[in-house]
């Protein structure tokens, strides 16, 4: 049975396995099979990671923190987790193709996922035309006419990695202002290939085989209208991923996994969570790695407790022995 393990790969889950690696509890880390190193392996340069001024490509991060989580003692494995069972003191984690582990602990690192619009044809043209990274997808939109929806630092950076290879790239937001942070605006204005298109939401996607255009509606006026592209990038946020704990662990308003206060420590002992799949607010980069350091050292504080109890439990009965054994030898 295993001390710990941790689901998850992104840096929150990844900074908790080199906690518990040098704690000595050679943890064992799941990442996903397809999304190993979470939404940093879709990022371009990480200029916000303290330590890095001349900043760093996500994936190179993400590579850095598997090393250093592997230096310690960390086992990585490839591989989905299908099932968990979390209310004995032995969890189970069942995987995909590894087979099912047990563990004394467990941290979820699970992250988010890629938000959708929930249009009828954006799965249908999903992956022709249709796109929720930038970095993954831009590449095929060389000299292209594209849209990005959304008004965070997603679809900021988005839209301008994908001027690299569109011709045109229009920014289209529900609203008249941007959420995202001044930084990413003021990149995003001076770009001469970004038209911004305010106050406008995609109400559909047109094309049969491929991404045509798109039918936008004025949210203030209501007014309808067309707008050709060959593209459309998604970037309007993510949601917690939870589905692996529906029913076993308590959810906040906002969906994600309910921790105690500043702690990790969900409903359920033995059970943590950190980064992006607790946090609707921050999900920074830096925030995460944070935050799988304090499950780390909540797990390690369970784990240390447990077995001082088990050792008293030990004391105690040898002392009962010993004393049924006396009391014996008087008789
Ligand atoms: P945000 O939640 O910050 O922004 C989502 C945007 O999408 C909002 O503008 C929102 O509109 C819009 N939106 C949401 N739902 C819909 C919908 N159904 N239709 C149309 N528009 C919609 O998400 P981000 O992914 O941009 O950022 C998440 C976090 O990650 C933030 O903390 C951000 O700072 C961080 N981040 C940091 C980066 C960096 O520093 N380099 C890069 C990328 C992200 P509205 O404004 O009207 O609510």
Redesign the pocket.
């Known amino acids: 049975m295993r001390e710990i393990i941790i689901i998850g790969s992104g840096p929150a889950g990844f900074t908790a396995a080199i906690y518990a690696a040098r704690a000595g509890l050679n943890p064992l880390l799941l990442a996903s099979s397809v999304e190993a190193g979470g939404e940093l392996m879709n990022?371009t340069e990480?200029?916000?990671f303290p330590g890095f001024p001349e900043g760093i490509q996500g994936p190179e991060l993400m590579m850095k923190l598997q090393e250093q989580a592997e230096k310690f003692g960390t086992e990585v494995i490839l591989d989905d987790v299908t099932r968990v069972q979390l209310d004995d003191d032995v969890k189970t984690v069942e995987t995909g193709y590894s087979g099912t582990f047990e563990a004394r602990s467990v941290i979820f690192a699970t992250g988010s996922a890629y938000?959708k619009?929930?249009l009828p044809d954006e799965e249908r043209l999903s992956g022709r035309g249709v796109s929720w990274c930038a970095t993954c997808d831009g590449f095929f939109f060389k000299t292209k006419t594209i849209a990005v929806?959304?008004?965070?630092?997603?679809?900021m950076?988005e839209a301008t990695f994908l001027t690299r290879f569109a011709d045109k790239v229009y920014l289209v937001?529900?609203?008249d202002t941007?959420?995202?942070?001044k930084i990413?605006q003021e990149r995003a204005f001076a770009n001469e290939k970004i038209e911004f298109v305010w106050n406008s939401?995609?109400v559909g996607i047109a094309g049969e085989n491929a991404v045509e255009g798109l039918q936008l509606r004025d949210t203030v006026t209501g007014a309808e209208s067309e707008l050709p592209v060959q593209g459309l990038f998604v970037?309007?946020?993510?949601d917690p991923r939870v589905h692996l704990v529906h029913g076993q662990l308590d959810l906040t308003v906002d969906g994600t996994i309910a921790v105690d206060g500043r702690t990790s420590k969900t409903n359920l002992p033995g059970v943590f969570a950190a980064g992006d799949v607790i946090d609707p607010?921050?999900?920074?980069a830096v925030t995460a790695a944070a935050s799988g350091t304090v499950a780390a050292l909540d797990a390690e504080e369970y784990l240390a407790a447990l077995d001082q109890v088990a050792g008293e439990s030990a004391a105690d009965l040898a002392a009962d022995l010993v004393s049924a054994t006396s009391a014996g030898n008087r008789t």
């Open positions: 990022t990480v200029e916000n938000r619009l929930g929806v959304g008004g965070g630092d997603s679809a950076e937001h529900r609203k941007l959420r995202a942070s990413m939401e995609v970037a309007i946020g993510n607010h921050y999900r920074q």
